[in-house]
């Protein structure tokens, strides 16, 4: 299948055409996998499933590298038909593990608008990884965790036996991220700590989720090609904003002048949260500066 491919050694890698998903061969037929893509509208489960099916192969264990709905859209479905255990880290695994939980974090809409949502959203969880685990062995294979927030707020990679890093979304490719009008991280200094951190691992391999497998000599080109990249985008963003403009101000004008189409109220809440952060680096930059004035945060240019 071209869509099941060996990295390195036991390494191997599923690409549903969104997302490659890493995974760890423990012999013929068991295996673990790092994360398990999007279950909306099916087309990666059904990816997922044909190579699992295919291959005859029995997943043991799945570690997600964060709470993202692409990145554990397929923690139930497959810890149903396996039993397997699923291993996850930091508040995400707290947060996306009940649908009450989910809630708390979505209060811009009406819950009957977003509880179907939200269930797509959770995930079981039988293992935390705790902060101190450097090493979560499973059926014998060790797993290095290395913690790169940023993207998300408890965002970890993960290193293969094989020393191959299953990167997640701590790293978009180069090709795939000049894609994106606004590429998300929760946080811009975090994540580009955490992007010079996974430059610096020395893995022989490293697997990007979206979307691209590279080695130590070009890892560092990657991650300066992302940094500058959003850099660049929270430039544009800068040119966007006005003197006296408040928050909803600045996130209209991007949706406008970015040509963004919201679909409904769930996306524009979700695309609020996205410019959120660049909003946040451009102060911390120096380049806007907040103040209060009745009843509102505005910001002037500087």
């Not at 699992?52 to 192969?57: K, T």
């Not at 060790?142 to 020393?163: A, K, L, Q, W, Y």
């Not at 406008?256 to 660049?278: A, Q, S």
Request: a negative charge.
């Amino acid at each position: 299948m071209d869509n099941f491919y060996c990295v390195k050694g036991n390494t191997w890698c599923i690409d549903t055409g969104a997302t490659l998903m890493a995974v760890y061969r423990l012999n013929e037929h068991d295996i673990v996998m790092i994360d398990t893509g999007l279950a909306y509208g099916r087309p990666e489960t059904k990816c997922i499933m044909h190579v699992l099916d295919g291959f005859q192969l029995n997943v043991k264990a799945i570690i997600a590298t964060h709470g993202h709905l692409d990145h554990i859209g397929n923690n139930n479905i497959l810890a149903g038909k396996y039993d397997c255990k699923i291993y996850m880290y930091g508040s995400e695994a707290y947060n996306c593990r009940s649908v009450e939980s989910m809630r708390i974090q979505h209060t811009g809409v009406a819950y009957e608008e977003v509880k179907d949502a939200l269930v797509k959203m959770t995930s079981r969880v039988d293992v935390f990884i705790t902060p101190w685990e450097k090493k979560i062995n499973i059926l014998g294979a060790d797993f290095e965790i290395v913690h790169t927030p940023g993207h998300s707020p408890s965002h970890i990679s993960i290193i293969t036996p094989d020393n191959v890093m299953m990167a997640g979304d701590a790293l978009m490719s180069k090709d795939e991220i000049v894609k994106a009008k606004i590429p998300y991280a929760c946080n811009f200094a975090v994540d580009f700590e955490s992007k010079r951190k996974i430059a610096a691992m020395k893995c022989d391999k490293y697997i990007i989720s979206h979307r691209g497998i590279c080695n130590s000599e070009s890892i560092a080109d990657e991650v300066e090609a992302n940094i500058e990249y959003l850099k660049s985008r929270a430039e544009i963003i800068h040119g966007y904003i006005e003197d006296g403009m408040c928050f909803d101000d600045i996130a209209a004008a991007v949706l406008t002048l970015m040509n963004i189409k919201v679909g409904n109220r769930y996306y524009f809440f979700d695309l609020h949260g996205m410019v959120k952060p660049y909003v946040q680096y451009l102060e911390e930059c120096g380049e806007i500066q907040a103040y209060y004035e009745k009843g509102y945060i505005r910001y002037k240019v500087l």
